[in-house]
C-alpha cells in the first residue's frame, strides 16, 4: 500500500494536536534525547516535516512538535496523509 503525502505546508502549531496513542510508544517531555532536539531545532529550524492526518492529529513529529511549541515557533513544516490508512 503506497501512502501519498500532501506539499510540505507551513502549518500553525495550535492547529496540531497529539496523538493519544503516542504516549503509549514515546517518552514525552524533557530528556536527553529532546534536550538534543531542542538544541538542534534551535540552531536550524525543523528539517523534517511532521506528518498528519487531515484533522491535525499527529502520526509523526510530536517530539517535534512539542520543541516547536517550546521555542515559541508559530508554525511547522507538516505533510497531510492524503491516502486512507
Known sequence: MEIKLSEI???NTDSLRD???NGHFFDEGPGRETDQLFNDIKERG???PLIAKKDGTL???HRRLFVA?????KTVPVQYV???L
Open 9 to 11: 505546508k507551513q502549518v
Open 19 to 21: 496523538n493519544p496513542l
Open 46 to 48: 525543523i528539517i523534517v
Open 59 to 61: 502520526i509523526a513529529g
Open 69 to 73: 511549541q517550546e521555542l515559541k515557533m
Open 82 to 84: 492524503e491516502s486512507e
